[in-house]
């Protein structure tokens, strides 16, 4: 089973609800994965109550959820770092180096998951995003690239949290039909 690490900056709201989406997603798939989140801020925040109640309308419950800050062995025992946006992607890649190849925007691993086509028969999650990685520099994390970020709603209106919550559910749910397709019926 595959160990996925989601990061935002706070760990309060993007990176809880899309750790809440996916393993709701996972659930019950056969050779799916964990899933855990962190942040680079502050340990032991409770979520926003707004990404709670963004949460709770697709019937999630994140409440209980306090922030952890990700360490060196957080990202260095993932099998898959998935960043809410470029910043969070460079800190995880400074933090343990050795991460880089497993180590994407969720944006950006859909991207480049749809040019390499979904995992071959048995092909181990590693093995594919490999060839995901294939072509990539790490002279990309240098600046930003909004089209790769998932947009911070901290401190905006609940109709942004909602946004979130939505784009945030039709990438995961992407990247799922992507990684994790379901088996074909015997």
Not at 15 to 26: G, K, T
Not at 36 to 63: E, F, K, N, Y
Request: charged share 20%; proline share 8%; with cysteine.
């Amino acid at each position: 089973m595959a160990e996925v690490l989601v990061l935002c900056a706070a760990n309060v709201c993007r990176s809880p609800m899309a750790a809440a989406l996916l393993a709701d997603r996972l659930r019950g798939r056969p050779a799916a994965a964990t899933v855990r989140s962190a942040g680079s801020l502050t340990a032991g925040r409770p979520a926003d109550p707004a990404a709670v109640r963004a949460m709770a309308a697709r019937r999630l419950d994140i409440s209980a959820h306090r922030s952890r800050v990700a360490g060196a062995g957080d990202v260095t025992g993932a099998d898959l770092i998935l960043a809410m946006d470029r910043s969070c992607l460079r800190q995880a890649v400074v933090l343990a180096p050795v991460s880089w190849p497993r180590a994407f925007t969720l944006k950006e691993l859909i991207r480049r998951g749809q040019a390499v086509g979904r995992p071959a028969p048995r092909e181990p999650l590693c093995a594919w995003l490999q060839r995901a990685q294939q072509g990539r520099a790490r002279a990309e994390l240098l600046g930003g690239c909004p089209e790769d970020d998932v947009a911070d709603p901290a401190g905006g209106p609940q109709r942004a949290y909602d946004r979130t919550a939505a784009l945030l559910s039709s990438l995961v749910a992407e990247l799922v039909a992507l990684c994790w397709p379901e088996s074909p019926a015997s």
